[in-house]
């Protein structure tokens, strides 16, 4: 076991005191690390595998409200749809769409955060603030059926300098306030991980995805 007890009740202790939801990062971690901190009280668990999410999501207490943090291929919606507390990664409308689809063939409503793309780094995914202007002025997409905006998601540069990370995290929080005067079920900005947490926070963070600083460093 290697979940870090003492590092997961002062985090909940700082986060409580800003009221910010944490979502425990559990990806490659066993189910044993799982279990101690839902025993411990935490039902927040984020995952970025569809595969790996769905056969932990089968040995686990059904009352574990599961995110997905990772990149979402629109044909793999259909395996998370029954059970997806919220999907924080949509970064297209194609897969707005489809994760629209995959809830009501569940039955269910699904909630879903933008990812938007804030870092310097190519590499990551989401839309940029124009792109995003652009979507949410469109009528049909944010109001698909079985489907609840609820605010947005990014991640900051992989950088040291904290100064670069701050600003990467207020341009988001703008954009975030901006949805949130316009769209009754904005009220989620996902933005924060273990390296970073304190600065999304400081910045108006209301969720944070925490995994290292909980479970140890991954392979
Ligand atoms: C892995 C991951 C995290 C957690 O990262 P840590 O640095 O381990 O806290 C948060 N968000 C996303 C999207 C991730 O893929």
């Given at each position: ?5 003492a590092a997961?009740t002062s985090?909940?202790?700082?986060l409580?005191a ?6 425990a990062?559990?990806?490659t971690?066993?189910l044993?690390d ?8 935490q039902?927040?668990f984020?995952?970025n595998?569809?595969q790996?999410?769905v056969?932990?999501?089968a040995?686990l207490?059904?009352?574990i409200?599961?995110?997905f ?15 997806v ?23 269910r409503?699904?909630?879903?955060l ?5 870092a310097?780094e190519e590499?990551?995914f ?15 997409t944010?109001?698909?059926p ?8 990014g ?5 040291p300098?904290p ?5 990467e ?13 316009r769209?009754?079920h904005?009220?989620?900005l996902?933005?924060?991980m273990?390296a970073?947490?304190?600065?999304a ?8 995805r925490?995994g290292?600083?909980?479970?140890g460093?991954?392979?």
């Amino acid at each position: 076991m290697s979940v870090d007890v003492a590092a997961y009740t002062s985090l909940k202790k700082e986060l409580e005191a800003k009221g910010a939801t944490l979502v425990a990062v559990s990806k490659t971690k066993p189910l044993e690390d799982i279990r101690e901190l839902y025993d411990l009280g935490q039902r927040d668990f984020g995952e970025n595998y569809v595969q790996e999410l769905v056969e932990k999501q089968a040995q686990l207490p059904a009352d574990i409200r599961w995110h997905f943090i990772g990149h979402l291929q629109s044909n793999k919606v259909k395996y998370i749809a029954p059970f997806v507390h919220l999907i924080h990664g949509v970064d297209s409308e194609k897969l707005l769409r489809e994760v629209s689809k995959g809830a009501q063939k569940a039955g269910r409503s699904i909630d879903v955060l933008l990812q938007v793309h804030i870092a310097r780094e190519e590499t990551k995914f989401g839309f940029d603030a124009a792109e995003l202007d652009a979507l949410l002025e469109q009528p049909e997409t944010t109001a698909l059926p079985a489907l609840r905006l609820r605010g947005l998601m990014g991640m900051a540069s992989f950088s040291p300098d904290p100064a670069l990370v701050r600003s990467e995290f207020k341009s988001l929080a703008e954009l975030f306030r901006k949805g949130a005067a316009r769209f009754p079920h904005f009220d989620t900005l996902s933005m924060g991980m273990s390296a970073d947490y304190r600065i999304a926070l400081e910045e108006g963070s209301t969720l944070v995805r925490v995994g290292s600083l909980l479970f140890g460093s991954r392979n």
